[in-house]
C-alpha cells in the first residue's frame, strides 16, 4: 500500500492578517492564511497553498521584483526565504522583533525591515542555498516611536518611512554627498504609510485621521526643477568656494479623506499614480494623486 502522501491544498481556513502581495504579471496575489502562504490565480480562478509554514501567523509578506524570491514574516520575527518559482524553502532567519514591513527595492539588491524604532536594509539573497545568505547592510536609527511603513524610491537610492511619531522620513541607501536625512513633520496622527511619485518630484505621506499631504522639495539657491536625487554644486558670488546646496522640504497641499473613520491601511501605484486608503469602518476610497481626485 502506497502511503508516501504530499501535501496538496489547504481548504476551509480563511485571512486572518498580514499583507497580500500581487505576482509581478499582476495575475495572481499571494496572501497569507494563518501560518501558510496561499496564491490566488485570479486568471483560472485556482487557489495553491504552498508546501511550507511558518510557526506563528504570517505578519507580512514580500516578493522580489523579479518574483523569484518570497519573504515570509511571521508575528515573532521568524523569516523564510523561499524559491517562489520552485516552491522549496531556501533558509530559516531570526529578525528578532516585530517586523512592521517588510519589502524589496525596485532593483532587487535590498530589502528594508521596519523593526520596531529602527529600519534595517539587508543585502538580497540569491537564489540558492548558502550558509549565510543574510547579509546586513545598515540600520537606521529612524524615529521615536515604532516604524508602520517603509518605500522605496524608484531608483532604488533612497528610502521613506512612516512613524507612530506623527512624521516621516527620509533616507538614502549609501551616504551621498549634499544630501542630508529629511523630517518630513505636520501631521497630528500617525503617519500611516508614504511613498515617492513616480518622478521623484515629490513625497506622499497618510496619516490616521485621513490626512493626506504633498510635499516637495528646492534646493536653496537653486531655481531649477531637477529631480530628487540630483545636488549640483553652487558657486558663492563672494569667493570662488563650492558647495552643495541644502534641500528644503515643504508641504505643497493638504488634503483631507471625508470619512468617519481612521485609516487603517493605504497603498499606492506608481504606474496609475492611485492612491487607496482603507479604513475602520470596512470602507476603501480610491484617489488620483497628487491632485487628490476620488
Known amino acids: 500500500m502506497k502511503t508516501d502522501f504530499k501535501f496538496s491544498n489547504l481548504c476551509g481556513t480563511v485571512y ?25 490565480d485570479l486568471v483560472n480562478n485556482k487557489s495553491e497553498t504552498l508546501p ?5 501567523d504570517i505578519r507580512r509578506l514580500a516578493l522580489s521584483p523579479n518574483g523569484n524570491l518570497l519573504l515570509s514574516v511571521d508575528e515573532l520575527g521568524q523569516t523564510l526565504l523561499v524559491n517562489f518559482r520552485k516552491r522549496t524553502v531556501l533558509h530559516y532567519f531570526n529578525l ?15 530589502f528594508a525591515a521596519a523593526l520596531g524604532r529602527n529600519v534595517q536594509v539587508w543585502h538580497s539573497p540569491g537564489y540558492v542555498r548558502e550558509f549565510a545568505p543574510f547579509v546586513l547592510h545598515r540600520t537606521y536609527a529612524a524615529h521615536y516611536d515604532d ?13 521613506v518611512t ?21 523630517t518630513l513633520t505636520g501631521h497630528r496622527h500617525a503617519v500611516v504609510s508614504a511613498w515617492f511619485a513616480r518622478d521623484m518630484r515629490a513625497v506622499y505621506t497618510v496619516s490616521a485621521d485621513g490626512a493626506v ?26 569667493d570662488d568656494d563650492e558647495e552643495k546646496p541644502r534641500t528644503i522640504w515643504y508641504t505643497e497641499s493638504r488634503h483631507y479623506a471625508q470619512q468617519s473613520a481612521r485609516v487603517h491601511s493605504a497603498a499606492f501605484n506608481w504606474a496609475t499614480n492611485l492612491m487607496v486608503l482603507g479604513f475602520t469602518n470596512g470602507v476603501f476610497g480610491i484617489w488620483e494623486m497628487p491632485d487628490f481626485n476620488l
Not at 516621516?168 to 554627498?177: H, L, N, Q
Request: charged share 25%.
Open 213 to 238: 499631504c504633498v510635499r516637495r522639495f528646492r534646493l536653496q539657491g537653486v531655481d531649477e526643477n531637477l529631480t530628487f536625487g540630483e545636488f549640483p554644486i553652487v558657486t558663492s558670488d563672494s
Open 16 to 40: 486572518r492578517k498580514g499583507n497580500v502581495v500581487f505576482t509581478p504579471d499582476g495575475n495572481s496575489i499571494i496572501s497569507p492564511v494563518g501560518n501558510r502562504v496561499t496564491v490566488f
Open 96 to 110: 528578532k522583533d516585530k517586523v512592521r514591513d517588510i519589502v524589496f527595492s525596485p532593483d532587487g539588491r535590498y
Open 52 to 56: 511550507f509554514e511558518n510557526k506563528r
Open 162 to 182: 512612516a512613524g507612530k511619531d506623527m512624521v516621516a522620513k527620509v533616507f538614502s541607501v549609501d551616504p551621498i554627498e549634499g544630501f542630508v536625512p529629511a
Open 147 to 159: 516604524v508602520t511603513s517603509v518605500s522605496w524610491s524608484p531608483d532604488s537610492r533612497f528610502f
